[in-house]
């Protein structure tokens, strides 16, 4: 039931509303909370820090430039009247009272990016949660459970080759032992948490008892193409998809590749190609949304004159029903043992990453679905095809994730690009689903 | 018309034979000319200059190496009553005199390896050409035509990326532009021709006039399982087999793995596994013993997480007939475009070798039948699918090639094997046919 509409900054027609049941008059009104032009200048001044030549930004975890960016958003929590700590991790938290001893209501995101990554991916969901608190700090709006904003540690993980590592440890899913970790220049993690201003032997510290969080929120652009040539301004996300990995090697028979008969040969690539066109066909034999990924092929001994006797590439299959992974690499690996029949080759596959899938909280996903319509903006239901910190946090809190949409579904690259506007809904949703949570959630 | 035979080294049972037609008494008994200990002496000691130490040799054309193996041969050469030269390209010459002024019957092959090599792909054509020799010196048997053993320099090119380059130099197709190219050390051609004792102003003077020879001869392993699985002696070389090589690049889109549809991917690495198994399809619908490879595979970006956007992979197809290597790569081609449209890429091919086939002279395949008639050994008719220094050789005098059992087919590997018994035969059958292109050849 749509009360009133109007046009904001002259371009985008934004319908503004709010639902009775959903959204009383307090705390969801039909006026933008967020400030976007302040939010705007906020997302420009962070891509300074580590800005490309060609755009974008390379702002690595643990690196001088993220140390720099990191200041810059404490300075901007402090502004919105956050109390700010650290933790051993090297995670920021931005706190907020609340009016009742309750477990925190945490939103954020992260500010590392990858090598040549770009200005949204993370940024948004963490400036934007930000934001939220300094429009709740402006209008003095209290709440009952405390609320903290949250700027992971390390989520790309281009540097230590480990992604999603301050959420990771935060719940408690990675421990001391990687303090011993050495990047490309031998540095340990230990070493660069100690530049962090940290104590890495108080690493376990950093991880958050269930009992302290309320809920979990996280707005991030979608890094697919969903949203975008759906004209949908704002995703529900219904979890975080599993992710399963595996590195195969396909053992043939080098030789000369001028006298070898064709009949008589073992070929590694050719099994290898076979190989890659039945991954996806696998993918494609099922109804839904999977995914699957063969990234790269290493061929040994590699001359143009030399019958290809080794072949290693990796297997990615992502879906949000873990079951569906588990069948589809079955049905991968039968296809493989064919192709090794046919060829005359030997194909062995290690696991080497097995990320189970994590479900948004059901009533997460619908205070997420009520703020959209309260503001006017149509919503879809729609997985998480990237790891998110989210996925970690799900281990120790309900969670729930807010998707914008990411122009031509680019990701990971300088052209990554989500519209003001965009920027701008998904930051208000934000707010509204706190305020919506912090009603709802009991406690 | 077998006239005799007995048992040789009581293991192998060789049909000695002469036919009176082609084998008059005085020059091709049923003894065998060439000295079987001496020879396998020879090889044993030539095999010590670069020994691996799991066996087999690495003797690098320009090395301290091969200059110390040289000099071994040298040492033969002039045991045999050979007159040594060594041109501007290193390529060495041992002289005997013919009866009357003729141009010259060359044989030989090259004692150079590849890395990690064998011990007979070069050194039994090598040392075979001068106990041939040296067979004859000591019988003093005489020839009409001048005779010269020949070591061609570099023939398999490891060291600077281009082999046959001794015969190539001597056949005029390499010119003095090949002096400035460098090794991986920045030692210039040039430089190794000067420490190889050589002036390189003086290059071209290692061209060889064509009215200098009356013919050339090459024994060889095959280094194909043809006749050792047939368990046939003597192969007569057909021709040596057009080689032609391009380097393929597909472009696609890299993407995020996990967020893009799997209906929007423009996946390079799909695309080139078509690639594969296309250039395979078409090499096996010709008939024929015609050959095709893709012996390596680049893949960028390469990560597991991000779909391939670009693919990089050489062709290669061989074929003695030089039209039906034009018409496979019609074929490739096209299905190349096929794939393109199917996975949305673009692939573009460009030409790196194209070497054109070289037939053996008739006259001198029909000498070295008939050479291996008289003794009693049984041969068939094939193409070398290896390049051989005879392609370039080929050019200025009429050619051919003897080969003699690879076992297992197994060659540029220290498990390239022919055994003593099928060398002698190698040996003695390049005896005779020298001395029966002495008769047979006018002049």
New interface residues.
Partial sequence: MVRGYHFFLGLLCLYLATLATVAPAQDVSSQYHVNSQRLQSALAKLGEYGRNPDGGVTRLGYSETDMAAREYVIGLMKEAGLSVRTDPAGNIFGHRDGSQKLPVILFGSHIDSVVHGGNYDGDVGSLGAIEVLRALHESSTKTRHPLEAVIWTNEEGNHFGIGTLGSGIAAGLIGPEILNRKDDKGVTLADWLRRYGQDPAKLADARIRQDLLAASLELHI?????LYEKKIPIGVVQGI?A?A?WVCVVSGTA????????N?RH?A??A???D??AV?DV??SETG?Q???????K?EP???????GR?EF?V?L?DLDDAKVVRMWEHVSERFRQADQEEGVNTRCES?DDVKSASATPAIQAAIRDAAKSVGLASIDLPS???QDSQNIAEIAPMGMIFIPSKD????SPKEYSSPEDIANGAEVLYRTVLLLDKRLNP
């Fill in positions: 979608e890094q697919g193409p969903n998809v992710v990995r030789n000369h590749a001028g006298t070898t008969p064709m008589r070929n690539l050719t290898a190609s076979k890659v066109l996806r993918v494609l949304t995914v699957g990924n063969v990234g790269f092929m061929v590699g001359a143009p004159n030399v019958i290809p072949a990796p990615e992502r080497t095809f990237a790891g579904g680019i990701s990971h």
